[in-house]
């Protein structure tokens, strides 16, 4: 591939390719919204904090030769596990013995095998272009990966979805684009893990899509953590169905940048959806957090809870947006924004928003900023354990009710101990 | 065991200790009474460190260490103990991990074994059950939630896991319907001992007829102004504190 500057690459048309025309159009139709609108740039409200600049600077190869994963401390027990390793499906690292009714592939193997399903979802997706780096994956994805979960199938043991990125020597860029069905009545818990390994920087510009069909109900857990040297973008949407339930939370630990964009479009009525974030940061690590969800129907139930805790320089962005639109009788939306300033130089940037075209709705929202309290401090050193060990104590007492929203005691138990660990480490990290 | 020696401290240049002494010596027990304001639950956050006092002057010895150089956390390790006059409430922390991590601490810092999970709840329902405390206790959060009295018997909890040389008892008997003020007593008779001390600060000589003290000390104006035995406490009743302060300042 050519090396450029990554600002460069929108130039870059989708290269002719024997995908079905629909692909081709879906492709070429992302090109063009790259050429209209070009990167976003600081003047943006929803990028306003975020610096692209040594993104957009850097040369970036698309291919690139992968380092060994070690994923032991990564991978949760008793799972099915599936790796997408720089953008495509490692099968050696994947469990084979799936059961019958879960479906997990490449996209080559799903034109082949589900080539209608895999067209109905990009086509589904075709209207909801988040922003253009979003649009870049539509351009560039070589692979990815197809999920779907057959009507009433509840799957035993969760699936955990290891998004692997490494690089050995060159700076690269990845286009991981996965995308995951629940048809109608199924249940299952699936675990999203982002790791990095990388002596090179790497971008990732992932892409998830989640369908959730009637009365299917998904539990998902996101963990990032990457290593200094990589930047993240991910842009994630979720289609509601009537009576879905989708249960989402993400625990965010250390990364160069990274910028989550969710889209949650409730499209059927009586469904609900949880959002729910837990950023644990220190050093100058940068976290930009942004969601949307749309009541375009009534009667459906949005509660976002999100949690930041920062120390050093660290800087966090919290942007909610729920938006009743007209019409959507008797929707209920909630958010919430609890923030915990460990240092004097961290920043958090909160705003939940509300856009409510319609009455006869509830609809709330709030936002706290604060320290951790000198009299806990005091009252738990009193008893002999020491400040350090003190103030974890009561940044996790902070952390947990986030933690608490995760239903899947395997889950839960995953994150709740790479918490306990990235814990000690951000705590006691001097600025 | 405790050798106070002219201890002046003050808030935000404003003096509330004023040359205070007080010696303690293993198996007593010592009470403190004294008007509003005159600095008796400074003297218990002096001693158990609290930043937001500074000690100008004085020193105070525990075990042959000096007190006031230690963090908070070492003078607990150290076997000193404050029972809060108003315990914090901490949404969030188990209280029973909370008193483990505690009790673990100090094991860590006598170079003993830490208690595992198990060994720990054997430890912790033997208490619960000489202190007749709920055994609900344990698993809710600490002191969130509670009333003036659970956190009371709270504090009495942590005394008992943590099983200080000497303890500092800062009104634990305000707020106390006569129930609880001889649950308290008793569990606090209980954990009493010829190698340990007890200090009360009250305003009521009430709690005197549960746990009988060897001393009484009235404290006026940042200082102790008179000093005697059980008696003392049952004519402060009568006469008030007005009758001492005058007559302490008459022998000034």
Same mark, same amino acid.
């Given at each position: 591939?050519?090396?450029?500057?990554?600002?460069?690459?929108?130039?870059?048309?989708?290269?002719?390719?024997?995908?079905?025309?629909?692909?081709?159009?879906?492709?070429?139709?992302?090109?063009?919204?790259?050429?209209?609108?070009?990167?976003?740039?600081?003047?943006?409200?929803?990028?306003?904090?975020?610096?692209?600049?040594?993104?957009?600077? *850097?040369?970036?190869?698309? *291919?690139?030769?992968?380092?060994?994963? &070690?994923? &032991?401390?990564?991978?949760?027990?008793?799972?099915?596990?599936?790796?997408?390793?720089?953008?495509?499906?490692?099968?050696? @690292?994947?469990?084979?013995?799936?059961?019958?009714?879960?479906?997990?592939?490449? $996209?080559?193997?799903?034109?082949?095998?589900?080539?209608?399903?895999?067209?109905?979802?990009? &086509?589904?997706?075709?209207?909801?272009?988040?922003?253009?780096?979003?649009? @870049?994956?539509?351009?560039?994805?070589?692979?990815? /990966?197809?999920?779907?979960?057959?009507?009433?199938?509840?799957?035993?043991?969760?699936?955990?979805?290891?998004?692997?990125?490494?690089?050995?020597?060159?700076?690269?860029?990845?286009?991981?684009?996965?995308?995951?069905?629940?048809?109608?009545?199924?249940?299952?818990?699936?675990?999203?893990?982002?790791?990095?390994?990388?002596?090179?920087?790497?971008?990732?510009?992932?892409?998830?899509?989640?369908?959730?069909?009637?009365?299917?109900? /998904?539990?998902?857990?996101?963990?990032?953590?990457?290593?200094?040297?990589?930047?993240?973008?991910?842009?994630?949407?979720?289609?509601?169905?009537?009576?879905?339930?989708?249960?989402?939370?993400?625990?965010?630990?250390?990364? &160069?940048?990274?910028?989550?964009?969710?889209?949650?479009?409730?499209?059927?009525?009586?469904?609900?959806? *949880?959002?729910?974030?837990?950023?644990?940061?220190?050093?100058?690590?940068?976290?930009?957090?942004?969601?949307?969800?749309?009541?375009?129907?009534?009667?459906?139930?949005?509660?976002?809870?999100?949690?930041?805790?920062?120390?050093?320089?660290?800087?966090?962005?919290? *942007?909610?947006?729920?938006?009743?639109?007209?019409?959507?009788?008797?929707?209920?939306?909630?958010?919430?924004?609890?923030?915990?300033?460990?240092?004097?130089?961290?920043?958090?940037?909160?705003?939940?928003?509300?856009?409510?075209?319609?009455?006869?709705?509830?609809?709330?929202?709030?936002?706290?900023?604060?320290?951790?309290?000198?009299?806990?401090? $005091?009252?738990?050193?009193?008893?002999?354990?020491?400040?350090?060990?003190?103030?974890?104590?009561?940044?996790?007492?902070?952390?947990?009710?986030?933690?608490?929203?995760?239903?899947?005691?395997?889950?839960?138990?995953?994150?709740?101990?790479?918490?306990?660990?990235?814990?000690?480490?951000?705590?006691?990290?001097?600025? | 065991m405790l050798t106070i020696k002219n201890l002046h401290a003050?808030?935000?240049?404003?003096?509330i200790l004023k040359g205070l002494n007080l010696e303690v010596k293993?198996?007593e027990?010592h009470?403190i009474?004294?008007?509003?304001?005159?600095g008796k639950?400074t003297l218990a956050k002096v001693l158990a460190g609290?930043?937001?006092y500074?000690v100008t002057e004085g020193s105070v010895l525990f075990d042959g260490k000096d007190l006031l150089?230690?963090?908070?956390?070492?003078r607990?390790?150290?076997?000193f103990?404050m =029972?809060?006059?108003?315990?914090?409430?901490?949404?969030?922390?188990?209280?029973?991990?909370?008193?483990?991590?505690? %009790?673990?601490?100090?094991?860590?810092?006598?170079?003993?074994?830490?208690?595992?999970?198990?060994?720990?709840?054997?430890?912790?329902?033997?208490?619960?059950?000489?202190?007749?405390?709920?055994?609900?206790?344990?698993?809710?959060?600490?002191?969130?939630?509670?009333?003036?009295?659970?956190?009371?018997?709270?504090?009495?909890?942590?005394?008992?896991?943590?099983?200080?040389?000497i =303890?500092i008892?800062?009104?634990?008997?305000?707020?106390?319907?006569?129930?609880?003020?001889?649950?308290?007593?008793?569990?606090?008779?209980?954990?009493?001992?010829?190698?340990?001390a007890?200090i009360?600060i009250?305003? %009521?000589?009430?709690?005197?007829?549960?746990?009988?003290?060897?001393v009484?000390h009235?404290m006026?104006?940042g200082k102790i102004?008179?000093s005697?035995?059980?008696?003392?406490?049952?004519?402060?009743?009568?006469?008030?504190?007005?009758?001492?302060?005058?007559?302490?300042?008459?022998?000034?």
């Amino acid at each position: 591939m050519t090396l450029a500057p990554y600002r460069e690459v929108k130039q870059f048309e989708p290269s002719a390719n024997t995908a079905p025309a629909w692909l081709a159009a879906f492709r070429k139709n992302a090109y063009e919204s790259i050429q209209k609108n070009g990167f976003p740039s600081r003047k943006q409200e929803g990028w306003k904090y975020l610096n692209l600049e040594p993104i957009l600077s *850097n040369v970036f190869a698309e *291919n690139t030769k992968a380092e060994e994963l &070690n994923l &032991n401390d990564m991978l949760l027990e008793d799972a099915y596990q599936v790796v997408v390793q720089n953008g495509k499906i490692n099968t050696t @690292l994947s469990s084979s013995d799936l059961p019958q009714n879960l479906v997990v592939c490449s $996209f080559e193997d799903a034109l082949k095998n589900y080539e209608r399903e895999l067209e109905t979802c990009i &086509n589904l997706s075709q209207a909801e272009t988040l922003n253009s780096f979003e649009a @870049l994956n539509r351009v560039h994805f070589q692979d990815g /990966l197809f999920c779907l979960i057959q009507k009433e199938t509840k799957l035993e043991k969760p699936l955990q979805i290891l998004i692997a990125n490494s690089s050995a020597e060159t700076d690269a860029v990845f286009y991981p684009r996965l995308y995951v069905v629940a048809n109608e009545g199924s249940k299952a818990n699936i675990l999203f893990t982002q790791v990095g390994k990388s002596n090179a920087k790497t971008l990732c510009n992932l892409a998830t899509y989640l369908f959730a069909k009637e009365n299917s109900c /998904l539990e998902l857990v996101s963990y990032q953590d990457e290593t200094e040297k990589n930047y993240s973008l991910a842009n994630n949407f979720v289609f509601q169905a009537a009576g879905s339930a989708v249960n989402w939370t993400t625990y965010t630990h250390s990364c &160069n940048v990274i910028r989550n964009e969710t889209k949650v479009a409730f499209t059927g009525k009586s469904a609900s959806t *949880n959002i729910n974030s837990l950023c644990l940061l220190s050093g100058e690590n940068e976290v930009y957090n942004h969601v949307t969800v749309e009541h375009r129907v009534g009667a459906c139930t949005s509660q976002q809870l999100s949690k930041h805790i920062l120390n050093g320089k660290a800087r966090n962005e919290f *942007n909610s947006m729920s938006h009743i639109f007209e019409g959507a009788s008797l929707s209920d939306s909630q958010q919430m924004s609890r923030s915990m300033l460990l240092s004097d130089k961290a920043r958090i940037f909160s705003r939940p928003q509300l856009r409510v075209y319609n009455e006869d709705v509830k609809a709330a929202h709030g936002a706290t900023i604060g320290q951790v309290s000198a009299d806990e401090l $005091f009252y738990l050193q009193s008893r002999g354990i020491a400040k350090d060990e003190a103030t974890s104590l009561l940044v996790y007492g902070f952390a947990e009710e986030v933690v608490e929203t995760i239903a899947d005691k395997t889950m839960r138990a995953f994150i709740e101990k790479h918490v306990q660990r990235d814990l000690r480490e951000v705590v006691s990290t001097e600025v | 065991m405790l050798t106070i020696k002219n201890l002046h401290a003050q808030i935000e240049e404003n003096e509330i200790l004023k040359g205070l002494n007080l010696e303690v010596k293993p198996g007593e027990v010592h009470a403190i009474m004294g008007p509003n304001g005159s600095g008796k639950s400074t003297l218990a956050k002096v001693l158990a460190g609290d930043a937001s006092y500074e000690v100008t002057e004085g020193s105070v010895l525990f075990d042959g260490k000096d007190l006031l150089e230690l963090e908070p956390e070492e003078r607990a390790l150290e076997g000193f103990f404050m =029972a809060f006059q108003y315990p914090v409430e901490i949404p969030g922390v188990n209280n029973a991990s909370f008193l483990r991590m505690a %009790y673990n601490a100090k094991r860590k810092h006598q170079g003993k074994p830490e208690l595992d999970v198990l060994d720990f709840e054997e430890l912790l329902t033997e208490k619960i059950n000489m202190l007749s405390i709920n055994p609900a206790f344990a698993e809710r959060n600490v002191n969130h939630g509670f009333s003036g009295g659970e956190k009371k018997r709270n504090e009495i909890l942590q005394m008992a896991v943590l099983d200080p040389k000497i =303890a500092i008892l800062d009104e634990t008997d305000s707020g106390l319907d006569i129930d609880a003020l001889r649950i308290v007593s008793e569990g606090v008779n209980k954990l009493k001992r010829e190698d340990n001390a007890v200090i009360l600060i009250t305003h %009521y000589q009430r709690l005197l007829n549960y746990i009988v003290p060897d001393v009484v000390h009235i404290m006026t104006n940042g200082k102790i102004i008179k000093s005697g035995d059980k008696t003392l406490a049952y004519e402060l009743e009568e006469t008030g504190y007005e009758n001492f302060i005058t007559e302490a300042t008459a022998t000034v």
